[in-house]
């Protein structure tokens, strides 16, 4: 076995810090344990951040507010291990923040996400999940266009998936879906906890060297785990995706299919359903250039929430970078959002139809070989049916990362 050191490429109390810290250092080193046992090739890179971060909204709310701002100490580590017929990556990072002004608040953000896949002469087993802790204005709200209150979200997340080749061009592609989502406070902010279970299963035809075709059946069950009303929602449903490589750096891919939208909702001891048909269809496109990247989506797509209800979102995003020089790269995120209740409140009522947008431009610099600095500013614009007129919100962040020799270790 052979240890290299690479350069690197350019409210929470103390208890749960000390938890946090020890089970960050736990996990990395059960899998650099793992790795040396498995593994001919494996690697680490660590790297700590420190942002400083500016609100003036950072609610999105209509009512009166002031300025947020703070700081994030973030450290974290990326692995990644592989063997002829194995492959494993990763992340374990964690986010130590502090707010001051409009909103006071000390909390910690975990992300341990984990991919793998193992490979065999005919099968490919894979394997997407992890557990994330961050804030319902972090990760759902950019998945689903929709402002929820302010409070920690904890999320597990398994998504294994088992691909056959039946023959050269033709494979049978099978998945199973699980989520179990809580909130920190929930109840006490009109927020619940739920689980989401489903799975697909289908066929991928491989039509040409530039095309692919693949036609599976769905089905998602959500539910709610601790609300005073009892909820649950099942989703079977078609799907069909297309995929063309037009060039050898521009892609596209399409896709469509119907929801077959059930729910049921006990109250005060009777019961209410509904049922509905939500299709949900969405395309992209990724073009490369020498020196920048472009990306465009647009879809609709059902998501649950912490409402307690099922959410239809219609988003339009666009990604875009370009290198400036080889050590200064400008990016810029784009996405807007109309998001309706797919199915009824529990307590009565459909959601009001709500609307996002979002825009960050940003500018990062590798200055050095271990160290680089990014700037950026957001601009979020907020509105619904319920309100007098619409609200914005203003965002500035300066993040230092500092990475750390990068440690290889190889059979």
């Known amino acids: 076995m052979k240890f290299s050191l690479n350069n690197g490429t350019a409210g929470a109390g ?7 810290l020890f089970g960050l250092w736990g996990g990395l080193s059960l899998m650099a344990t793992v790795a040396t046992g498995f593994a001919a090739e494996w690697s680490v890179l660590p790297s700590i951040g420190m942002k400083g971060y500016y609100n003036d909204n950072l609610l999105l709310t209509p009512l009166s507010h002031d300025p947020t701002y703070g700081y994030w ?41 984990l991919t793998a896949n193992y490979r065999t002469e005919q099968d490919l087993f894979g394997f997407t999940g992890g557990f994330t802790r961050d804030n319902t204005l972090m990760g759902e709200l950019l998945t689903t266009g929709l402002v929820l209150q302010f409070t920690q979200r904890n999320m597990w997340t398994a998504n294994p998936t088992w691909t ?14 699980f989520t179990n989502t809580t909130y920190e406070n929930g109840l006490r902010l009109n927020l619940v906890d739920y689980q989401v279970f489903g799975g697909s299963a289908g066929f ?28 649950r929602a099942g989703l079977p449903g078609a799907m069909l995706t297309l995929a063309h490589t037009f060039t050898e ?27 509905d048909t939500v299709w949900v269809y969405g395309a992209g496109l990724t073009k490369q250039f020498e020196r920048a990247s472009l990306q465009a989506t647009i879809a609709r797509d059902i998501f649950p929430s912490g409402f307690g209800l099922l959410l239809q979102t219609d988003r339009v995003g666009i990604l875009a970078s370009y290198d400036l020089s080889e050590t200064l790269t400008a990016s810029l995120d784009m996405s807007g959002y109309i998001v309706s209740g797919a199915t009824t409140q529990a307590r009565g009522g459909t959601l009001a139809e709500q609307r ?10 590798h200055f050095s070989e271990w160290w680089r600095l990014e700037a950026s500013y957001t601009y979020r614009w907020r509105d619904a049916d319920s309100f007098v007129e619409p609200v914005t919100a203003n965002v500035v962040m300066f993040m230092l990362t500092y990475y750390p020799p990068k440690l290889a270790i190889s059979d």
């Open 356 to 365: 996002l947008f979002y825009s960050t431009p940003k500018l990062a610099w």
């Open 164 to 177: 056959r080749n039946v023959t050269e061009k033709l494979a049978f592609q099978g998945a199973f879906q």
């Open 249 to 275: 750096t521009l892609k596209g891919t399409a896709f469509g299919g119907p929801r077959f939208v059930s729910s049921i909702t006990h109250l005060g001891g009777g019961a209410v359903k509904a049922q």
């Open 14 to 20: 103390k208890g749960t810090t000390r938890k946090v």
């Open 73 to 113: 100490i973030s450290p974290g580590a990326e692995f990644a291990g592989k063997t002829e017929r194995l492959e494993v990556s990763g992340k374990a990072a964690v986010d130590f923040v502090d707010y001051y002004g409009g909103v006071k608040d000390r909390f910690t953000n975990i992300h341990l996400p």
């Open 204 to 231: 991928i035809y491989h039509a040409t060297e530039r095309d692919d075709i693949q036609l599976s059946g769905t089905y998602t069950n959500f539910h709610t785990t601790n609300a005073p009303f009892g909820l």
